[in-house]
């Protein structure tokens, strides 16, 4: 699907493309979501190289990445986006040209539609490519911080949970989650950031003193947030650690009752197990007290044992 936004007299106006149409004038904005082969052929009509693939969006390599050629500014940038308790990080392919942005994405991304909602409420004051690329990136920026937020309180929520055996598979679901989730938008803030000081510093004289300010504030947003994110590990291995230590206590309980158990009824065992014998010179066998002494002696051993241990604390 191709989508135009086009702005015409500070009004933005969106309108969806076929392969057979051209760009409309004063668009600034081609965004492409989940393109077919047609459409790639329709961008690379517009491109010296041809339009990336799904394998070209997803490659790692910072030489891949960021780089400049006779298109423009090309950029692969990760933007987080949670699914239910998940948090994904998604691709999206930037190409910065002279007069438009374009964008190709193979997922839907929530960034890109409150963009879009900000584009019709008119809250975008960017009448230039780079100054909608630096407008997502603030909205990206603003949103991985929010999101570390929504860790922090889920795993204080947590924390007052580790402690109840009833709840600890929710717990060590959530501490899984939650340690996925950190991790995602850490890679998240480290890959804005490599962009970012990749326009900093190859794209800087294409870039107006507003939008340049604006780049310097998202870096230094950033540096803070990077540690917080370490923050974030280092409570999340302590909750898993308590959580760790309170199921290896609570086994331990579970273990010192069948050992005191067993132990407790040792003697009536051995008691029973001598008079269960049937040798025809044991003198008991003739005792008319012989049975229920037995079970004195049995019963007498096993309070006697359970009396010892709770004197002692065992139990």
Do not use: C
Request: glycine residues 6%; aromatic residues 12%.
């Amino acid at each position: 699907m191709i989508t135009a936004y086009i702005l015409r007299n500070e009004l933005w106006e969106t309108r969806e493309l076929g392969v057979e149409d051209g760009i409309p004038e004063h668009t600034l904005w081609i965004d492409l979501f989940r393109p077919d082969d047609d459409e790639r052929q329709w961008l690379s009509r517009y491109l010296y190289e041809e339009a990336p693939d799904e394998e070209d969006i997803n490659e790692i390599e910072a030489s891949a990445r960021f780089y400049l050629d006779n298109d423009g500014l090309h950029i692969n940038s990760l933007f987080p986006q949670r699914v239910g308790q998940e948090v994904r990080a998604i691709n999206v392919f930037f190409l910065v040209q002279a007069t438009r942005l374009f964008t190709i994405r193979e997922e839907d991304v929530g960034l890109i539609r409150l963009m879009r909602n900000y584009l019709r409420l008119g809250r975008v004051e960017a009448d230039r490519p780079e100054g909608l690329l630096v407008e997502l990136f603030n909205l990206k920026v603003d949103y991985l911080s929010d999101q570390l937020e929504d860790v922090y309180t889920v795993l204080d929520e947590l924390s007052e949970e580790v402690f109840d055996s009833d709840k600890l598979d929710e717990v060590f679901k959530q501490i899984t989650l939650q340690e996925d989730g950190n991790g995602k938008i850490r890679l998240a803030l480290l890959d804005t950031q490599r962009g970012l000081r990749f326009m900093q510093r190859y794209y800087r004289r294409h870039l107006h003193e507003e939008e340049i300010k604006d780049v310097k504030e998202m870096l230094s947003d950033i540096e803070s947030l990077l540690p917080h994110t370490q923050f974030l590990f280092d409570k999340i291995n302590f909750l898993l650690d308590a959580a760790m230590g309170f199921t290896s206590l609570q086994q331990n309980k579970i273990i010192k009752i069948f050992s005191v158990a067993a132990v407790v009824f040792l003697p009536p065992t051995l008691i029973a197990s001598i008079y269960g014998m049937n040798f025809i010179s044991m003198p008991e066998l003739r005792w008319e007290i012989g049975y229920p002494l037995a079970l004195g002696l049995m019963l007498s051993s096993a309070v006697g044992t359970y009396w010892f241990f709770k004197r002692k604390g065992w139990l």
